[in-house]
């Protein structure tokens, strides 16, 4: 009878033993189980602006054509999937969908022309999962701008205001008022192109 009872409690004792190891293994695989990542679209970038003439602030909207991804990342949100990538705009795919033909190269020479290394402009993301902005190098000078933002499902879409006395450009910008000057001239007889320019940059994100 004491040999049963001792071999009983054995089997009782390693069938204990099995059940937390099980047990064990069950944590051990769902530990193992990955948040979902998120990466940007590449192609799926756009960046419009909006910029001013006028002392009534006439808007003159646009965009650039072309935007290269040149480093991009990963990351558990998607604005955290942002952080830290870079990209490249060449100023040459710019487009204000002007009927005469004569506004586009006016901007590319007497604005763009006369800043410095010109034929880029270049950033970086910087984001959070709640707080976004981008680094923008323009005229050899690097500022940064924050952003505000809307989240839709997986696209995003950001705006911000570049103060280009920031980079130092009120040079282009009176360079571009002089050439624009009957144009950018209101009711008031005053010429003025602003230096405000609202920016808007539309990407998507996908879950990996």
């Not at 910029?51 to 909207?61: E, F, H, I, N, S």
């Not at 940064?144 to 997986?154: A, C, M, R, V, W």
């Amino acid at each position: 009878m004491k040999k049963l009872t001792f071999a009983s409690v054995c089997l009782l004792l390693a069938i204990g033993m099995s059940c937390k190891e099980t047990k064990k293994e069950e944590k051990k695989v769902e530990s193992n189980v990955s948040a979902p990542m998120y990466s940007l679209v590449i192609d799926s970038s756009k960046v419009s602006f909006t910029a001013y003439k006028t002392t009534d602030k006439l808007p003159v909207g646009g965009t650039f054509t072309e935007i290269t991804i040149t480093e991009n990342s990963e990351g558990p949100t998607p604005l955290e999937a942002l952080n830290g990538t870079k990209f490249g705009i060449p100023v040459s795919s710019l487009f204000t969908n002007d009927g005469t033909g004569t506004r586009d190269p006016k901007i590319k020479e007497f604005f763009f022309g006369v800043m410095k290394n010109t034929e880029l402009i270049s950033g970086i993301f910087k984001s959070t999962n709640n707080t976004t902005s981008i680094d923008v190098t323009l005229n050899g000078e690097t500022q940064n701008i924050p952003l505000k933002y809307t989240i839709t499902g997986d696209n995003i879409t950001f705006e911000g205001v570049m103060q280009l006395e920031n980079w130092n450009a009120l040079d282009a910008v009176a360079s571009l008022n002089k050439v624009c000057e009957a144009l950018h001239t209101g009711k008031d007889g005053i010429s003025k192109t602003w230096s405000e320019v609202a920016i808007k940059a539309e990407v998507q994100v996908v879950k990996k």
